[in-house]
Nanobody
Framework: QVQLVESGGGLVQAGGSLRLSCAAS????????MGWFRQAPGKEREFVAA????????NYADSVKGRFSISRDIAKNTVYLQMNSLQPDDTAVYYC???????????????????WGQGTQVTVSS
């Protein structure tokens, strides 16, 4: 069973930046699409970004396009989420997730992901 450990969350002022990291255990990191989701208090979990297992395709929620960037380092088994121009609406717990099956396409549906991290809190003050 893969373990996903997020880090990098914290408190930042509006307009600031944070970089989240998600370290995955195991040796099959490059075989899986990875995604980031977030959940704000009282709201459903929502898709943020995903990177295809090939590393060549990324997709983003409309709300973060142009501000957030997902990337990965295969050598470190780590996926990143660079978040710029943060706004109070970005406040949420951010979760890293791994696709349920190897070599699967990127998806914005949480059901397509079978392994989840514990989450890291991001708070953006106005």
């Amino acid at each position: 069973q893969v373990q996903l450990v997020e880090s990098g969350g914290g408190l930042v002022q509006a307009g600031g930046s944070l970089r989240l990291s998600c370290a995955a255990s195991g040796r099959s990191f490059s075989m899986y699409t990875m995604g980031w989701f977030r959940q704000a208090p009282g709201k459903e979990r929502e898709f943020v970004a995903a990177i295809h297992w090939t590393g060549g395709i990324t997709n983003y929620a409309d709300s973060v396009k142009g501000r957030f960037s997902i990337s990965r380092d295969i050598a470190k088994n780590t996926v990143y989420l660079q978040m710029n121009s943060l706004q109070p609406d970005d406040t949420a717990v951010y979760y890293c997730a791994r696709g349920s099956l190897p070599y699967s396409s990127g998806s914005d549906r949480s059901a397509a992901y079978g392994s989840w991290g514990q989450g890291t809190q991001v708070t953006v003050s106005s």
